[in-house]
């Protein structure tokens, strides 16, 4: 099972932008599909956006499409989240995930239960 671990979260003001790092080990990184994930208070974790093993298929929440990027270094074995225009409405704690499955194609149509390794989570707070 792959262990991950992210980084980049922080305090930034409305408009700014702020990258995220999920740094995996103990698996083939390479072979998942990788996903971002966030919760806020009070709320459900929900989806934000997923790409697949090879970086090729992506797709995001229609909440942050055209705002965030997710990308993927598996020669690092790292899978990042720019985000940018941030707004007060994406404070939450953020989540990297890792598939179930091995070399998914298509991540459009993931959800939460087909990811089975979870990191920590990395607090974003975006200020007014």
């Known amino acids: 099972q792959v262990q991950l671990v992210e980084s980049g979260g922080g305090l930034v003001q409305t408009g700014g932008s702020l990258r995220l790092s999920c740094a995996a080990s103990?698996?083939?990184?390479?072979?998942?599909?990788m996903g971002w994930f966030r919760q806020a208070p009070g709320k459900e974790r929900e989806f934000v956006c997923a790409i697949n093993w090879s970086g090729f298929n992506t797709y995001y929440a229609a909440s942050v499409k055209g705002r965030f990027t997710i990308s993927r270094d598996n020669a690092k074995n790292t899978v990042y989240l720019q985000m940018n225009s941030l707004k007060a409405e994406d404070t939450a704690v953020y989540y990297c995930?890792?598939?179930?499955?091995?070399?998914?194609?298509?991540?459009?149509?993931?959800?939460?239960?087909?990811?089975?390794?979870w990191g920590q989570g990395a607090q974003v707070t975006v200020s007014s």
């Open positions: 103990g698996g083939t990184f390479s072979s998942y599909a």
């Open positions: 995930a890792a598939d179930q499955l091995r070399y998914r194609k298509d991540v459009t149509t993931t959800n939460l239960a087909d990811f089975g390794s």
